[in-house]
């Protein structure tokens, strides 16, 4: 007020000694105004704390209930029933999804991963003397199988809606996957995603148009040892994705019109020892891909009309037969990048 004065350049202010009824009117208003507003953030203040406790309020008993619900579905893990443990796995999806916060959505996937990560025993085969055996082996497998295609379901939500999981951790460590399972479409983004020392043995499995963006992907001593596991088109960026020590032995692994850019990719001491690995139409741009001790021993490992730029790719240290296609790739003077220890000059070679 007194910088209004100034800024006005008032030189003197009217008074008067008088107090007449217009003037008292003017007061009474005033001093009512500012009584209500007053008393009207008093109130805001007091609302706003009976907010904030009865929010709390709800978060707790929605925390308790979600306790209690996922005690139950745990303990239907635990059933000598197939039948009702595929009722807990459903449960427990259903916990996740509905979970208050992402530590609860966390903890529900924890249990699912380390359900599918129990020793199981292995199937008796057909004979009649074993029947009972068997049918309860196919029983148990059908919940695995549930665990794994309720997983693909949710990473393939758009991230922020309803029953998505993205940008949860994901532990798969040691999982033997033996059926076919679709994870084509899902996202791994900003999250640990753990395939290390999983065994792919049998069926189909799809990462096509996955993608693996922003994180940590691991498939780390992983075993390609049966059935066909594709990652058509998928797309690794801005990540680190590890292959090293992965066997791929006795299986069809395909990295067809994939996508490696700005992140890296190690397929350190891998062993490429029978079976077909194809990065067909593959494109390196702006990323480490390192195939560093490397052993291709046998099967096929095929890099034709791959496509290498703005990166680096090196096979330090590598042995056996140089994969298929690098041969005229590293002899283009485009792509200056491709480390092949087989070829001492590279840019020289006959791509013929």
Same mark, same amino acid.
């Given at each position: 007020?007194?910088?209004?004065?100034?800024?006005?350049?008032?030189?003197?202010?009217?008074?008067?000694?008088?107090?007449d009824?217009?003037?008292?009117?003017?007061?009474v208003?005033?001093?009512?105004g500012?009584?209500?507003?007053?008393?009207?953030?008093?109130?805001?203040?007091v609302?706003?704390?009976?907010?904030?406790?009865?929010e709390?309020?709800?978060?707790?008993d929605?925390?308790?209930?979600?306790?209690?619900?996922?005690s139950?579905?745990?303990?239907?893990?635990?059933?000598d029933?197939?039948?009702?443990?595929?009722?807990?796995?459903?449960?427990?999806a259903?916990?996740?999804?509905?979970a208050?916060?992402?530590?609860?959505?966390?903890?529900c996937?924890?249990?699912?991963?380390?359900?599918?990560?129990?020793?199981?025993?292995?199937?008796?085969?057909?004979d009649?003397?074993?029947?009972?055996?068997?049918?309860?082996?196919?029983?148990?497998?059908?919940?695995?199988?549930?665990?794994?295609?309720?997983?693909?379901?949710?990473?393939?939500?758009?991230?922020?809606?309803?029953?998505?999981?993205?940008g949860?951790d994901?532990?798969?460590?040691?999982v033997?996957?033996d059926?076919?399972?679709n994870?084509?479409?899902?996202?791994?983004?900003?999250?640990?995603?753990?395939?290390?020392?999983?065994?792919?043995?049998?069926?189909?499995?799809?990462?096509?148009?996955?993608s693996?963006?922003?994180?940590?992907?691991?498939?780390?001593?992983?075993?390609?040892? %049966?059935?066909? !596991?594709?990652?058509?088109?998928? =797309?690794?960026? +801005? @990540?680190? &994705?590890? #292959? *090293?020590?992965? /066997?791929? $032995?006795?299986?069809?692994?395909?990295?067809r019109?994939?996508?490696?850019?700005?992140?890296?990719?190690?397929?350190g001491?891998?062993?490429?020892?029978?079976?077909?690995?194809?990065?067909?139409?593959?494109?390196?741009? %702006?990323?480490t !891909?390192?195939?560093s001790?490397? =052993?291709?021993? +046998? @099967?096929? &490992?095929a #890099? *034709?009309?791959? /496509?290498? $730029?703005?990166?680096?790719v090196?096979f330090?240290?590598?042995?056996?037969?140089?994969p298929?296609?690098?041969?005229?790739?590293?002899?283009?003077?485009?792509?200056?990048?491709?480390?092949?220890?087989?070829?001492?000059?590279?840019?020289? !070679?006959?791509?013929?």
């Open positions: 007020m007194y910088g209004l004065v100034v800024l006005l350049d008032f030189q003197k202010i009217d008074t008067t000694a008088k107090l009824a217009k003037t008292l009117f003017d007061l208003k005033l001093s009512f500012v009584v209500a507003g007053a008393g009207a953030l008093v109130a805001l203040v609302a706003y704390r009976r907010q904030r406790v009865d709390a309020g709800a978060h707790r929605a925390t308790r209930l979600h306790t209690e619900r996922f139950q579905a745990v303990d239907k893990l635990g059933s029933s197939p039948a009702v443990r595929l009722g807990g796995v459903h449960a427990l259903g916990l996740a999804d509905d208050p916060d992402d530590g609860l959505r966390q903890t996937i924890d249990v699912l991963c380390a359900y599918l990560q129990l020793p199981f025993t292995p199937d008796p085969g057909d009649p003397a074993h029947q009972e055996e068997h049918h309860r082996h196919l029983a148990f497998r059908k919940v695995r199988h549930t665990i794994l295609r309720l997983i693909g379901d949710h990473y393939r939500r758009p991230r922020g809606t309803h029953r998505s999981w993205q949860c994901l532990d798969l460590t040691g033997t996957i059926c076919n399972i994870f084509s479409g899902t996202v791994f983004g900003g999250s640990r995603v753990n395939f290390s020392e999983a065994i792919f043995a049998a069926g189909e499995v799809s990462f096509d148009s996955a693996f963006s922003g994180g940590l992907v691991y498939f780390g001593d992983a075993t390609f040892a %049966g059935g066909r !596991v594709y990652f058509g088109e998928a =797309a690794f960026s +801005g @990540g680190e &994705v590890y #292959f *090293d020590d992965a /066997t791929f $032995s006795g299986s069809t692994v395909s990295f019109d994939a996508e490696f850019s700005g992140g890296t990719v190690y397929f001491e891998a062993a490429f020892t029978n079976g077909l690995v194809s990065f067909r139409r593959a494109a390196f741009t %702006g990323s !891909v390192s195939f001790g490397a =052993a291709f021993t +046998g @099967g096929v &490992v #890099f *034709d009309d791959a /496509t290498f $730029s703005s990166g680096e090196t330090d240290d590598a042995s056996g037969q140089p298929r296609g690098l041969l005229a790739a590293a002899g283009n003077p485009v792509h200056p990048t491709i480390t092949i220890p087989w070829i001492p000059h590279p840019r020289s !070679v006959d791509p013929s």
